[in-house]
């Protein structure tokens, strides 16, 4: 499993789940926020967004002291919405980074296998 943060491995996953899996004539956009936030506020829900929590397996590396190290626990933030007027959806994730309990270094993304990716992106 890789430990480094790939964003092109959830984008290309998720495009191939769209092509393979959805018979709707939707067009979905995939992104990523760092700062997206647990709750949405009252005008993010008029507007028709909804979240979700998941948690997965990844593979953390420090960038201070190369160790790494496996989690269950790794938090992936989803917000999502369809806009049906528009057939467009849009899906943004959040990974949230675990410290390094070793050195007590910097925050760090997880990187995750492409099994991993697919159970996420199928939840």
């Known amino acids: 499993?890789?430990?480094?943060?790939?964003?092109?491995?959830?984008?290309?996953?998720?495009?191939?789940?769209?092509?393979?899996?959805?018979?709707?004539n939707d067009?979905?956009?995939?992104?990523?926020?760092?700062?997206?936030?647990?709750?949405?506020?009252?005008?993010?829900?008029?507007?028709?967004?909804?979240?979700?929590?998941?948690?997965?397996y990844g593979k953390f590396r420090c960038g201070n002291c190369s160790k790494d190290w496996p989690s269950a626990r790794v938090t992936l933030l989803f917000h999502y919405r369809l806009r049906s007027e528009a057939a467009r959806g849009t899906v943004i994730m959040r990974p949230f980074r675990q410290a390094c309990r070793g050195c007590s270094g910097n925050f760090e993304l997880p990187g995750f296998s492409t099994e991993e990716v697919e159970r996420s992106c199928s939840s």
């Open 1 to 24: 499993m890789n430990t480094d943060w790939t964003p092109t491995l959830w984008r290309d996953t998720f495009d191939e789940m769209l092509e393979e899996e959805l018979e709707y």
């Open 27 to 56: 067009s979905w956009v995939f992104q990523f926020s760092y700062s997206l936030q647990e709750n949405l506020s009252e005008e993010e829900r008029r507007r028709g967004w909804k979240i979700y929590c998941h948690r997965a």
